[in-house]
Structure formats: C-alpha cells, structure tokens
C-alpha cells in the first residue's frame, strides 16, 4: 500500500493559540488525516512535545463525558501552545478504529453493562483495531525525529519506538475523569495496560481551563 503523502497546510487559529495546519492522505484510499503544529519544529535535534490523538467526534466536539477524549484534547493543545512548539496528530481512526456508527453500536450494549472492550468483542471487532503505524509517517513527513509523547497508552509509544521514532519522555495525560467515565478508564488500564492514575475525587469534574466544578445533573 502506498504511503500517505502530506498534500497541502495552511494556518489554524484556535483559542490555545496560532497553529499551521498540516492534510495527509493516502494516494490510493483518499483517507485523511491532518496534524496540527505550533511553533518552529525545525529543529530535529530537539525532543518535540507531541501527541497523537484518536478521533473521538463524542468526546472532541459533542463534549461527552463517557470518555476523556474532549479533555485530553484540548490539555494537550494548550500544553503544547505554553511549551512553545509541538506537533498533534489528529488520526482519524474514529472509535478506536472501528468508524462512528459502529462505536454508537457499542455504546447501546454498553448501557446494557458491557464494558468497552466486551461491546467490541460482541460486535465482532478486536479490543483496538487501531493501527498507529500511519502516525510514524506523518512524523517522518514533517522531520519530527525525536518526540516527547502525551500518551498513557503503551502501545502508541511501542509503535512509534519500533517505527524509528525516539520517544524520549512519556508524558502523562490524566485528565478529565468524571462519574461517567470511571469505569471506561478502569478497563483501559484493566484489560488494556494503559497508565491511568485517577484522581482522588472520582465524581467531580473539573473544568480543565479555570479547575471550576462542573454541574452535573444526575
Ligand atoms: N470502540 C470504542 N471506541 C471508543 C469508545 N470510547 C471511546 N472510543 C474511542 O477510543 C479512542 C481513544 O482511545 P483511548 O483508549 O481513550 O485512548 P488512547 O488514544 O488509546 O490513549 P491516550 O493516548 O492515553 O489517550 C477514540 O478513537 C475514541 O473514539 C468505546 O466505547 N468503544
Ligand atoms: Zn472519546
């Protein structure tokens, strides 16, 4: 299969601050995946604050708490924006890899008690059908050698590691966690070897921004 090919970029500013964005895709499937860079990362010679970041349309955009996608997104462009430079992934492999509709699906057996990687299962699909390999190249294509990674997913660093990416640092990213979101990071650092640490006040969410406490209605 041919490699994916970083094909246009322009400027994005956001409310963490001035960003280029970066399109790649791939010449054959037209699949898209973009990257968004602050600051000069020319320098290759110097560790990157980086993160890869799954699609997550609930978490990312429709603010959903069943997960702590929407958090770790926006704590990871305003860490990357306060350290200067950085480089997000946004990789487009909604629903770790099995596309929207089919997450919805898991969401409903999930509300019957299924866990997250039960309801995939059940659905026909492995626990992760996400392949990271893809995010290696986008590195590659913007002469990002040498990274500090915002994961707590072991297998993003291994693939990066076994890609020819210097992970230098893992960097942490607990945020987020809520009543509703308990269990799903339970079973990530259960089933999947994930390194959550939760904190000590499980059902009060906290807004990320100002540390304000969420209303919460149930
Ligand atoms: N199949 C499935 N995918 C989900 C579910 N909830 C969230 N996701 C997807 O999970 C992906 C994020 O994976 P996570 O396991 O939360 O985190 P990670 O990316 O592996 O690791 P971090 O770097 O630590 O965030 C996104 O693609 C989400 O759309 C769910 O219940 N089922
Ligand atoms: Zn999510």
Known sequence: MPKIQLV?????????????????????????????????????????????????????????????CGFQLETALRQI????????????????????????????????????????LALGFAADERNFSVCADMFDLLGVKKVRLLTNNPNKIDTMKKAGINVVERVPLNVGENRYNTEYLDTKAKKMGHFIVHNNEKHRLQCPHCQEEIPQSK
């Open 81 to 120: 924006s306060q350290a200067g430079r950085g480089v997000l992934i946004y990789h487009r492999e909604e629903g770790r890899g099995i596309g929207l509709i089919n997450k919805i699906r898991a969401y409903a057996l999930q509300d019957q008690g299924m866990d997250t990687i039960e309801a995939n």
């Open 8 to 68: 246009t970029q322009a400027n994005l500013p956001t409310k963490f601050g001035l960003f280029r964005i970066v399109g790649f895709q791939f010449p054959d499937s037209k699949k898209e995946h973009v990257a968004l860079i602050y600051g000069d990362i020319s320098n290759s010679d110097e560790p990157v604050l980086a993160r890869i970041h799954s699609e997550c349309l609930t978490g990312d955009a429709l603010h959903s708490l069943k997960c702590d």
